[in-house]
């Protein structure tokens, strides 16, 4: 709920959360603070539900979860558009990439057709680190 208009609601407020929300979980935000953010009221919440965080790491495939639902963002369907979901996919984050991000991917797109074969992480990984370092060395200078 979100009330607005000329005058306090808090009394009013009070009353509906002490009448309709008494046996209910709820949360009163006394965001007339200026220190009161959406960040800070969300980063509380998320520390009141003290969840044990486990990284699991597991370098397997996204093959189900790629066009598990679907892209109201891009306008597909996942059950009739999965190559077309793919490539709005790349399409969105190759506008997302700034310009020398663009061409480390690209230099890397190359050193991939150049092989004709699948590259392991860490060779990859190698890779980018060094085409990255010498951008920003010849940046430097």
């Known amino acids: 709920l979100q009330f607005y208009g000329i005058g306090s609601k808090r009394a009013l407020l009070q009353a509906f959360c ?12 006394d965001a007339f603070y200026p220190s009161v953010t959406t960040r800070i ?14 990284n699991v790491d597991t370098m397997l495939a996204y093959k189900e979860e790629l066009f598990a639902s679907e892209s109201k963002l891009l306008g597909l369907n996942a059950k009739t558009s999965g190559r077309a979901h793919s490539q709005a996919s790349l399409d969105v984050l190759w506008a997302s990439l700034t310009f020398n991000s663009r061409m480390v991917l690209h230099k890397l797109a190359k050193l991939y057709y150049a092989r004709k074969q699948a590259i392991e992480f860490f060779d990859l990984y190698r890779q980018s680190r060094y085409i990255v370092h010498s951008v920003v060395i010849i940046v430097i200078f």
């Not at 009221?41 to 486990?54: D, K, P, R, S």
Request: glycine letters at 0%; zero cysteines; aromatic letters at 16%.
């Open 18 to 29: 002490d009448e309709f929300l008494s046996d209910l979980t709820h949360v009163v935000v």
């Open 41 to 54: 009221i969300l980063q509380e919440m998320l520390n009141a539900f003290n969840f044990v965080f486990i």
